[in-house]
């Protein structure tokens, strides 16, 4: 079993996402709507494992699998599809990784993520809480990834929900 390494946040992360981007946006050209860092090393201050996310949004469903072949034929490695019509793809390099997922432009889980990173980088309360819960999930899971993974789901899920009160304007104070 591979380690869970939680390490503080890394100033470099940003600079590694945009350089990433710029890679990915050159490979596939005019087939992408959006790149978008994604994941723990996107919350600015958020401690996370070292391996940059990103959600590459392809302009339409119709040219992701030219999308997926462009990117099975670079030096990524291809996981498929993990039931989220999402296809995920790894890099690693010395020290970090990337995690590059490719989906259409009406992918809930991309939405559920954006809408998730950007709740942590304005309440960074929550964002703290989430990198104390990863740091004791990633102690207590001793390399167990199912463990560590499942241990998040209800931190998320509630995040998600707060998230969502927030973008209709509902103030929680009076429910």
Known sequence: ????????????????????????????????????????????????????????????????????????????????????????????REGYGFKLYLCGPDNCAHRERILFRNYLRDHPERAKAYADLKRRLAAEADGDWDLYTGGKTAFISETLRLACLSTIGVDRRFH
């Open 1 to 92: 079993m591979r380690a869970i390494k939680v390490v503080g946040y890394d100033p470099s992360w940003p600079r590694l996402f945009a350089d990433i981007g710029a890679e990915i946006s050159i490979l596939l050209g005019n087939l992408v709507l959006s790149i978008d860092h994604i994941g723990s090393t996107s919350v600015p201050g958020l401690a996370a494992k070292p391996k940059i996310d990103l959600d590459v949004v392809t302009i339409s469903d119709d040219v992701l699998p030219k999308a997926i072949e462009i990117a099975r034929a670079s030096d990524f490695v291809f996981h498929g599809d993990r039931g989220e019509k999402r296809w995920a793809f790894t890099r690693d």
